[in-house]
T-cell receptor, first 108, second 115 residues
């Protein structure tokens, strides 16, 4: 069975600081992995996805994630946080099983 | 190209009633998936429709049912509403089905409140 675990339901970082949101998965087959972002009162928007090939995936808004099979992880990073990054972030594995989400707070 | 739209945006029902939520898929997409997102939780997969046929179902009781039309729009029906059905219901459309890794495009959701 496939599952996704996001460590930390809330993460706070200062504006300009590194953003790191953690995601670990379990899958009996090579996974397809996704990160979605959800702004208040909106649907989900795809940030990036890993299917095959290069393990470092670049997405929109300066985010990237690295697939590490040995660690069963797919952590999301951004070098410098911006106030507009404050939102809920979901890691997901196909057949689109979502983690519980991590709310990112940006401190001025 | 229009995105995924859902109606209504908000809905209030009482326990025991029935509700129908609607979703129009993005142009060119033949697959619609429905999710329930309870407050503070990630979306939970309800079911998926591919070319008018149900193509996978999550752990939801039979009182959750759906339909996909020839134009690939879709409905989610919930009978005998319970208080725990209060949630944001998200619809997502994509091209391809099942284990496809094609991107799913999400609508803004319908906020259902059951009193």
């Amino acid at each position: 069975a496939q599952s996704v675990t996001q460590l930390g339901s809330h993460v706070s970082v200062s504006e300009g600081a590194l953003v790191l949101l953690r995601c670990n998965y379990s899958s009996s087959v090579p996974p397809y992995l996704f990160w979605y972002v959800q702004y208040p009162n909106q649907g989900l928007q795809l940030l990036l996805k890993y299917t095959t090939g290069a393990t470092l995936v670049k997405g929109i808004n300066g985010f990237e994630a690295e697939f590490k099979k040995s660690e069963t992880s797919f952590h999301l990073t951004k070098p410098s946080a911006h106030m507009s990054d404050a939102a809920e972030y979901f890691c997901a594995v196909v057949k689109i099983i979502f983690g519980k989400g991590t709310r990112l707070h940006i401190l001025p | 190209e229009t995105g995924v739209t859902q109606s209504p945006t908000h809905l209030i029902k009482t326990r025991g009633q029935q509700v129908t939520l609607r979703c129009s898929s993005q142009s060119g997409h033949n697959t619609v998936s429905w999710y329930q997102q309870a407050l503070g939780q990630g979306p939970q997969f309800i079911f998926q429709y591919y070319r008018e046929e149900e193509n996978g179902r999550g752990n939801f009781p039979p009182r959750f049912s759906g339909l996909q039309f020839p134009n690939y729009s879709s409905e989610l029906n919930v009978n005998a509403l319970e208080l725990d059905d209060s949630a944001l219901y998200l619809c997502a459309s994509s091209l391809g089905a099942g284990d496809s890794y094609n991107e799913q495009f999400f609508g803004p959701g319908t906020r259902l409140t059951v009193l």
